[in-house]
């Protein structure tokens, strides 16, 4: 129908210049119309008179005579379209077909494969037609692009999809050859992330318009499949972890489902949850135990649902490292009291947790527990870099402030934001505001806004609540059910006392309220993040009641400790710290390797030399320098390809001037056949996106018959600039008769003729 | 609604009154050697730590002779408040000026007071049930020092009601590396300390306690629960500290004791 009205396909005006061919200036076109319009609007005004054709009857009259004198006065200054065509025989076009394993599947009309619709849309005259044009060039497209001389030679059989670096390769073909246009014929069922901004622009600046058909359904009937599966990358051993499952389903919406987290055969955790609506994602939080150290392989699946399309997509894996080291939280406590006792106590089962003590038992004395060696920690709090860095963890409980020198208030500053240590402060009668913190150089160590005052540690009874955020935090999961945990922390025995810490600063995350017997509420556990550690404020000195109050069999108040600690700790880097966006990489062979480096005092170390050592299966072994990234300082970066599938154990060594700085280790596995099981419907969104941000066009197979002479009006490869005619359009006839006849009807429905 | 309202109102003051059940608040008792004792000025002040004392049945005759009388109270409440001024002064301890007093009655005031001391505990008749609670607090984290009993016939009393507390557990001697012996002062050397029958007979020892025992029941983690002073009269030589005819030594030890006893207590 357009092509019928408009004489031209859409391409024509999408890609043409609309352009006067007419001699005359434009000016001159202006100034006739409103000619024109004046001239017959005197007309009108004069036959007006006090006959039937006035008022807004004469303007509506004149409105549309003036457009049809504008009509004709514009095609008298011969209004054409300037596009670029390709020349014929000179240019070539690029069809690629995805032969990716998700074409294998039977979800087009009458059963048939994807791949085998594709085929019979390229063989049903659009491969003849484009061939009749251009020289054609066909190339199947999986995890990268080759060339094909016959579309007999696809079967699906690629285990995987990277659009991107096959429109790289495309484009780089062109650099060469006079590509005019890229046919893609595709699911869209890209599972190397999409394409990047970098391919795109790429693509526009060389002018080649990726014309896309879509093959395969665009939504699932009957399916669940897991989007994502969220879990730590390190962990610490026996640490309470969580998996959030991130799925959605179609076809299932109310039905129960089965969630399930093994560690190899081992059920760890499992859940049933209730589906929700068609295509709205889902997300729910399990939790499981990270067990010993070693790298942990879990499987997190949804148990197939009577009916479902796929259960490939079921099931995701997913790579933890727990690490066997066990880091050292030092704990300064500035008076003997029973929360120095019972948090000691509640810890000293955590096989992970090493608390090193120091405590003020008098003016001049110390006591030293947990020690590594007799002269460790001998003169009390640290005073060097080294000695306090050596720690992963600090407690701060009842000190006042004074007590330590500027130098030290300092180094704790340091520890939280340059060593990225945890920093725990505990309430008590000096501590806080209280202990002089509020005017000390760590007062924006605090996650509070701390009172100016310094009577806010209250010896009055409270009891704790959790908050919305406590309600997610593995801090404070006490029992595993949201709703019954939350239960369970308004039935813990009320503090002996709380220490009033202000309001949470912007960013800080409160956890736990305080409710007085006084009345109100107050925060009691808050977190934040602070530089490239955390701190965190326990607001009481009381929660030992929690474990003298409860029944030796219940273990919240070390629960909440351990858990608490390990928080504290979990995160905290070491002199070296290597990381990979994907731990697990499916039916990918590219792994990006990054490594932090501190020097001793946890400075950015950029004159390190890095190198990563990878063993592999069957023996590999690899040594991959590291290169130091220029915008980021101490940070050591490296691509590599793994070669086969299977575990790789990538070890990090940073030395500099014959000394080393640190080591750290990581695994990284490679697993091939399973990208294509997930997003298996059509990505028309990609697909249309794709065509859109290039100039082509997105095609259903139903209108793939257009493409052949869309693909004509190219700026890229070998073109010519056409002119084509626009006053000789039946659109345009259309108009001068419909305005006409419009004048008619009305006048007739005046009565005047 | 109404109803509804009644039933709130109902649980909050059944919560009310549980929360302040939980905590009873200081009390003095009749002392069987004091009487209206006076109360220091501060002794409603609040505090981090006090050191209990143990309420318990006593029998009203062990060596044959019928005292009659409550033996927990020996020594109270002169004895308390000194030691606890002393802990006051010589440590960082953030101290109750007046000791509390509870009872294994059954409810959970004693969870309330992790450090508890006993005197006379030769005299000492738990029942069963006193004895479970005992235990419970002891393994929750509570700490018994005991004192102030001497000679065989006290001793065997005193092991009999701890056998009813801990049947499984043996009563050791606390080797002098323990840190319960280092932890402020440095103990290895001591020596007995006797009650004030010393300032009269010059006789150290009771009955036939002539040697002072420092024993200890120990839990599974290595740290030492009950501490038990035998054959000695630390609960005396806090209670004369004052007194200028009772020998400073004795006093000092008693002290030092003390101060390494509770601050052990509230760091293991």
Known sequence: MFEFLFKYPEAVFSRGTFVLLGGWPIWLLGLAILAAAAGLGWVVWQRAGSGRVAGARSAAVWVLQTLLASVLLLMLWHPALSVATLRPQQNIVAVVVDDSSSMAQADEAGGTTRRAAAVNVLNSGLINDLKGKFQVRLYRLGDHL????????????IPATHIGDALKQVVADAASLPIGAVVLVSDGADNSGGVDLETVSEIRRQRIPIHTIGFGKEKAERDVEISDVQVPARALPDSRLSAIVSFHQNGYAGQK????????????????VTLKKDGQEQSETLLFNAGTAGVKSVETSIDPLPGEESAKNNLVTRLINVDARKPRILYFEGEPR?????????????????LVTILRTTQNKIYRQGIANPDELKDGFPTKVEDLFGFDGLIIGSVDAPYLTPGQQTLIKDFADRRGGGILFLGGKDALSDGGWKQSADVELLPTILPDRKDTFIRVGATVELTAAGGDSLITRLVEDPAKNKERWKALPYLMNFQDVGQA?????VLVDAKPMTGGRVPMLVTQNFGRGRTAIFATGGSWRWRMLQPLTDKSHEMFYQQLLRWLVSDTPRKVTTSTPKQLVSDDSH????????????????????EAHILGPDGIAEAVDMRPDPIEAGVYTADWTTPKPGSYLVEVVANRGGEELGRDTMTIRREDGVAENFHTQQNRELLEKLSSETGGRYYTPQDASKLGKDISYSDAGITVRETRDLWDMPIVFLLLLSLRAGEWLLRRKWGVI | MRLRSLLWLFLGAIAGWGVLRAQKPFKAYQGVEYENFVLPEDWQKPAEWTRARLIYPSFFSVHGIRDGFHRWTIDYPRSDRHLLQGMRRLTRIDTRSVEQSVEPDGDDEIYNWPSMYAVEVGYWNLSDQQAQQLREFLLRGGFLMVDDFHGTVEWNNFVAGMTKIFPDRNIVDIDNKDPIFHVVYDLDD??????MQYVFTRSLHEYDGFQAKWRGVYDDKGRVMVAICHNMDLGDAWENSDDPRYPEKF???????????WTYDLTH
């Open chain 1, 146 to 157: 080759d060339r094909v001389d016959k579309l007999e030679q696809l079967n699906s059989s």
């Open chain 1, 505 to 509: 600063k912007p960013g800080a995350v």
């Open chain 2, 251 to 261: 006093a000092s030890l008693a002290y030092r004791i003390a101060v390494n006893y």
């Open chain 1, 591 to 610: 792994v990006s390797l990054r490594a932090e480096v501190r020097d001793r005092t946890y400075l950015p170390a950029s004159d390190a030399k890095t």
């Open chain 1, 257 to 272: 489902a089965k969630l399930t987290v093994k560690e190899g055969s081992k059920i760890v955790a499992q859940q049933i």
């Open chain 2, 190 to 195: 001591r020596f007995q300390v006797p009650g």
């Open chain 1, 338 to 354: 029973w929360e120095f006792k019972f948090l000691r106590r509640a810890v000293e089962d955590d096989r992970t947790i090493d």
